[in-house]
């Protein structure tokens, strides 16, 4: 992978993560209710990054980046990994 897309990749990240980060807010800062489409358009958002940083890795690649950076910020108890 180039310079050009390594940077690339590395802001679709970290825009990844914000837009997740910004979903969680909403379930755990003071909020009377959870707008839906406040969580669906975050969703839409990090749906677009995938998206994009597909067309500048390869799929497995894009993939393996969107579990690494979404796993760390699930609430703890409730990642696939864990057992009941």
């Known amino acids: ?3 050009t897309n390594k ?3 590395a802001r679709l990240r970290e825009q990844i993560e914000l837009e997740y980060q ?3 807010r909403m379930f ?3 909020t ?3 707008r839906h489409e406040f969580i669906i358009k975050r969703q839409e958002n990090i749906a677009a990054c995938f998206e994009e940083l597909k067309k500048l890795i390869p799929p497995e ?3 393996v980046i969107l579990v690494e950076t ?3 910020l699930q ?3 409730s990642s696939s990994g864990n057992t009941p």
């Open 1 to 3: 992978m180039n310079e």
């Open 7 to 9: 940077s690339e990749a």
């Open 22 to 24: 910004a979903t969680q």
């Open 28 to 30: 755990t800062d003071f």
């Open 32 to 34: 009377p209710t959870a």
């Open 61 to 63: 690649e894009a993939i």
């Open 70 to 72: 979404l796993d760390p």
């Open 75 to 77: 609430p703890s108890g």
